[in-house]
DNA sequence: ACGTTGAGATTGCCG
DNA sequence: CGGCAATGTCAACGT
């Protein structure tokens, strides 16, 4: 559905209407109140209003971060130079406008939504699949194996029969290790389990993790999600 | 400086003019590729190129964050009906233009900043300068006191003439309670300190980390920034 | 509602 | 440039 743009003066701007989004380039300061305190002195900014309530307020710089911004649920009360937006926790973000530039209102209607390949779930999926990968002889017993602390991302048993605990990560930092080092500690409790070994598993493992991880006991093993990937390709492609 | 906004017809816009924000509203569909493959299908989207480079696509949802996006530096070539924006790593956003609904430049100029006060820096300067108001008859050794891991927030004497390490968060989580441990660990080390205490301090500690803390011998103190700040201020005054 | 964990986290600092 | 820690981290998911 094609919507033409509508255009109008500031003063018959409703303060947000639903399904809209809006655009509005002015010269302005802004404070916010909350978790912290920030202020912006005054300048020429983009405040953006989305349908869902949102308000942000941006930069010609930082990227896609705005400089501040208020998240829904909130909000909105507009006065012609003055828009202060609320949320439920007493936080407050107050913009005071000295100047609109220009401003539109657009509809976009919903979107269809982002569809990834290739965040940790889908490395633990290869893996549980084939965790002949991470080491040989390596048999799964379970995925997201319980403990009383959180799930383990895999539990298998080695060639020789050994209980090993393997924590995925996209990539392999301290925490991940210390993550890992605590599941380990709450699976050596269990009689059946006792000794478990552990294997920190990642694309690519930052050496004070591989330090820590020697200190701890903890093999490290480095994988590569696109030939994972493509040896997965291949067994659909036979099967 | 007022800038009375540019309107041009798509074609006549340039690829990105430097100190320009350029917003287009389109019907769309994008891929990114690099460190994992995202895909958006066709549907109506706000694109921003700001003047650092930057591109974001946003819908109408999902607050200030984008659906996908192209940090600085890199390069927007841009055809009729296809963007692709690359940076020197490899990754790749590639926007297929459907149909341009509106588009328009603007040019914000440079921003002044964002002031910020409260974050955990903030709270660190006011605890160094009143250390008793984590534990009376503490003394002040050094602000970041160096460890071979990393440095120590504060290092202190107690009353009894004890090292203290403190840690200090904004929230007290238990990632804090296990750095604090870390460096307990490294300073016990030191003939001169050992046998040192931890004090974990924050605004708020959660129940976990206070648990682990204990476990640890560590001691928790929670304090009040604002009132801290407020003391803080009562000083200036009266010097 | 709360806690835990992942994220294309990003950003800023310091070595 | 690379490692490390803070962030108004946010958002998804499970209890």
Redesign the pocket.
């Given at each position: 559905m094609l919507v033409v743009p509508r255009w109008r003066r500031p003063a018959q701007l409703s303060c947000h209407d639903v399904g809209l989004m809006r655009l509005v380039v002015a010269t302005c300061t802004v404070d916010?109140t909350?978790?912290?305190s920030?202020h912006l002195p005054m300048a020429t900014r983009l405040i953006m209003v989305k349908a869902d309530g949102?308000v942000?307020?941006h930069s010609d710089g930082?990227?896609?971060?705005?400089?501040?911004?208020?998240?829904p649920p909130?909000q909105l009360r507009a006065d012609a130079d003055r828009w202060v937006v609320s949320?439920s926790k007493g936080?407050t973000?107050t913009i005071e406008l000295a100047e609109v530039l220009w401003e539109v209102e657009h509809e976009l209607g919903a979107d269809p939504g982002l569809r990834?390949d290739?965040?940790?779930?889908?490395?633990q999926e290869l893996l549980a699949a084939r965790p002949e990968a991470v080491a040989e002889g390596l048999r799964l017993v379970r995925r997201e194996y319980?403990t009383d602390?959180?799930?383990v991302?895999l539990l298998c048993r080695d060639a020789e029969g050994r209980a090993v605990a393997i924590?995925?990560?996209?990539?392999g930092?301290?925490?991940?290790v210390e993550?890992l080092a605590?599941y380990l500690e709450r699976l050596d409790l269990d009689g059946r389990l006792r000794p478990v070994r552990g294997i920190f598993v990642a694309q690519q493992i930052?050496?004070?993790?591989q330090?820590l991880a020697a200190a701890r006991g903890i093999d490290c093993v480095e994988v590569d999600y696109d030939a994972l990937r493509g040896a997965a390709d291949e067994r659909l492609t036979l099967f």
């Open positions: 916010y909350g978790r912290l920030a949102s942000s307020v930082r990227a896609y971060k705005p400089l501040n911004w208020m998240t909130c949320n936080e973000l990834k290739g965040v940790e779930a889908d490395l319980p602390i959180g799930p991302d924590e995925i990560k996209r990539r930092e301290i925490d991940g993550q605590r930052k050496p004070q993790a330090v």
